[in-house]
């Protein structure tokens, strides 16, 4: 039977509609798998499929060389007995003991960082020489081991053979190239930075205080003070005090000199003889004044004004300073981006997990702490925890200067108008205006 009238096909803003719906369906099928791909090619670039260890390895590193990509059972083993023995230990600890874990850690650190560091160098482009190892060998003799048998006593203690010695001066090598790479890429300090820096410091480290030059008869005995003090009344020319000062005090410093001190400033002095040496003028003859356990006789020769040094004067010298504050800083950076970065490609062999392993399973808790420590009620408590995390507040990138060590903090978030319009207050980032409970997420939108 045919249609019914009108009923004949939908209308063609109906067939349009459902075309375009169509289409929206297939789209987001699409889209999904697309999405899945991604991620799974996301997942296996990252890492995310926690890649096994080969068997005969303990460790394995993404992202190196081949010939330094593993670290065989074979290379553990020998460099644990170096660890036994460079601890001086009379045999190697029972597995599972704790001075085991602890020596385990120390090798697997070792062993783990060469990798790191060589795999680094290969990325920024460094290489080392033979020649450079010899060198740095040399010094290394010259500076810790004065006699050849000194350095074979030091190989047998630690049970090392000439060549692991190479290959760890190798690694010091390399570690001082990145250094100095790091360092040479960090910014230089602006012209600004050295003027607050002067400007910062001027009073305390680059102005001479305000002093004096004096002449001072020095003695226990009261009655010497009193008899110099008689001749000089007499003559104080600097021939007299010449003359004077051998003869009653008993300073040898300024005795042989005339008595004569300079560039005495306040700092130190107090009472009475701060007074007979700031409060006089030049020539006055001031004493006797006691001070703890002795007598003065004084006499001012000359008045130094305090005095700054000029931006100019010192100009290299902050430079230098706030060069290796900078450096310092970017240095630290790179360390903890190196941290970071190297421990997402190392994957431990099961029982070789160490905290440098991207499969380390931890409890949140420091390696070096007590399990005590974060027990309820221990049955014997710890002696020492680690101290409690401070919270911290960020500065705004770019905000921090010496004027303004801690920086701007960030700016909040600012509120969805609703939060403010209805109750006309503010509300905390996070909460909900009183009587109403947190929403979690706002409703998704439908379309209906």
Known sequence: MGAKGGQRGKPGRDRDRDRAAGRQRLGLILFGALLVALFVGFAVAQGLGSPSVPSGDVVKVQNVPDEIAAISQKDFDRAFAQQVKGAKLKKPPAPGSKKYEEVKEATLTELIEGVWLRGQAEE??????DKQVEEELAQIKKSSFPTPGSYDKFLEESGLSQEDVNDRVELQVVINAIQEKVNAEAPAPTASEISDYYEAEKEKQFTEKESRDVRLIISKDKAKVEAAKKELDKDNSPASWKKVAPKYSSDPTSKSKGGLQEGITAEFLKGELKEAIFDSATGELKGPVKFETNWFLIEVVKLNPAKSKTLAEVKAQIEETLKGEKQQAYLGEFASDFQTKWVSRTYCASG??????AN?????????????????????????????????????????????????????????????????TEVPPGAAPEGEAPSEAPPSETGE
């Not at 070789?352 to 392993?357: N, R």
């Open 352 to 357: 070789y997990e160490i905290e440098k392993c």
């Open 124 to 129: 920024m482009g460094i290489t080392t020489t």
């Open 360 to 424: 380390f399973k931890g409890d949140g808790h420091p390696a070096n702490a007590a399990p005590a420590c974060y027990e309820a009620d221990p049955k014997t408590p710890a002696t020492e925890c680690p101290a409690p995390v401070t919270p911290i507040s960020p500065a705004l990138p770019g905000s921090v200067t010496l004027q303004k060590p801690k920086g701007e903090p960030f700016p909040q978030r600012p509120l969805p108008e609703s939060a403010t319009a209805e109750t006309g």
